[in-house]
T-cell receptor, first 114, second 112 residues
Framework: EADIYQTPRYLVIGTGKKITLECSQT?????MYWYQQDPGMELHLIHY???????EKGDLSSESTVSRIRTEHFPLTLESARPSHTSQYLC?????????????FGSGTRLTVV | KQEVTQIPAALSVPEGENLVLNCSFT??????LQWFRQDPGKGLTSLLL?????REQTSGRLNASLDKSSGRSTLYIAASQPGDSATYLC???????????FGTGTRLKVLA
């Protein structure tokens, strides 16, 4: 049973629309992450958060924004979707940073912008 | 800058074979290494996590080893089954940045 939930699972939307991808976790993890992955390609970190009211940009530049108002919730927003935003977006969380702590991923949101 | 490479990029084997997937990283300053499985169009499922102080971890038919000094990890899958077909990703927890760096994956197909 997944402890990190992403909605929607699939989204097809027109150019220029504002969208929010939801990510919630029930594990009380402080650390949360957003990755972008094109089909057959590697994962790229686009945003991360180490706690409430803390957000940072990742290694891959993205036009999206994130917020972390509650520990369990880390939504990603695109103000004006474009076809170049078509990709899979994966959310992950981790209890802490350190040897014993790994990542737990959600099922992903596959976004298509037409 | 930490780089993670996985070889081979793709692998096709008959059912029942034992197989080894390789992961190499350029900087030995890691705090752990995690192996994941990804089915097409899905998220990542954690398989094994090896702490930097450990040499190997086992779960069922899977065994992962870690050699930090040589910058390598292997994932051993015993008696492969068609249900093992997926992409396998390794990720290293980089001690310098405290970020996970992912490899590009090995796409495995097990033929019935």
């Amino acid at each position: 049973e997944a402890d990190i939930y992403q909605t929607p699972r699939y989204l097809v939307i027109g150019t220029g629309k504002k969208i929010t991808l939801e990510c919630s976790q029930t594990m009380g993890h402080d650390k949360m992450y957003w990755y972008q992955q094109d089909p057959g390609m590697e994962l790229h970190l686009i945003h991360y958060s180490y706690g409430v009211n803390s957000t940072e940009k990742g290694d891959l530049s993205s036009e999206s924004t994130v917020s972390r108002i509650r520990t369990e919730h880390f939504p990603l927003t695109l103000e004006s979707a474009r076809p170049s935003h078509t990709s899979q977006y994966l959310c992950a969380s981790s209890e802490s940073l350190g040897e014993a702590y790994g990542y737990t991923f959600g099922s992903g949101t596959r976004l298509t912008v037409v | 800058k930490q780089e993670v490479t996985q070889i081979p990029a793709a692998l096709s084997v008959p059912e029942g074979e034992n197989l080894v997937l390789n992961c190499s990283f350029t900087d030995s300053a890691i705090y752990n290494l995690q192996w994941f499985r990804q089915d097409p169009g899905k998220g990542l499922t954690s398989l094994l996590l090896i702490q930097s102080s450990q040499r190997e971890q086992t779960s069922g038919r899977l065994n992962a080893s870690l050699d930090k000094s040589s910058g390598r990890s292997t994932l051993y899958i015993a008696a492969s089954q068609p249900g093992d077909s997926a992409t396998y990703l390794c990720a290293v927890g980089d001690s310098g940045t405290y970020k996970y760096i992912f490899g590009t994956g090995t796409r495995l197909k097990v033929l019935a």
